[in-house]
């Protein structure tokens, strides 16, 4: 992933640009032995983006509170485009 996105790749990972120390912001838990319960977790869910839209994006941010899966919803918001 890191080769992936990173320096002179063109690509982003949004969160990361916009919050590079957080901590514990997992968008999946494992099932067994109740991990999401326990706080533990993965950040598997990611929103990567080109150069074009690094000056748009505004906030990703993870919705642990929605339940029904064992990920959590992702959610980024990005500005208008200028005309």
């Known amino acids: 992933f890191r080769r992936t996105v990173g320096p002179g790749a063109g690509l982003t990972d949004a969160f990361r640009m916009l919050y590079p ?3 514990e ?3 999946y838990w494992s099932a067994r032995g109740g991990q999401r319960a326990k706080g533990n977790g ?3 869910d990611y929103f990567v983006v080109s150069e074009a839209l690094r000056t748009r994006v505004v906030d ?3 919705q642990p509170d929605v339940m029904g ?3 959590c919803p992702v959610s980024l918001w990005l500005s208008k485009a200028e005309a």
Do not use: E, K, N, P
Request: aromatic share 20%.
């Open 42 to 44: 993965w950040r598997l």
């Open 60 to 62: 990703v941010f993870a």
């Open 21 to 23: 120390g957080a901590t």
């Open 69 to 71: 899966s064992d990920h």
């Open 25 to 27: 912001a997992y968008t």
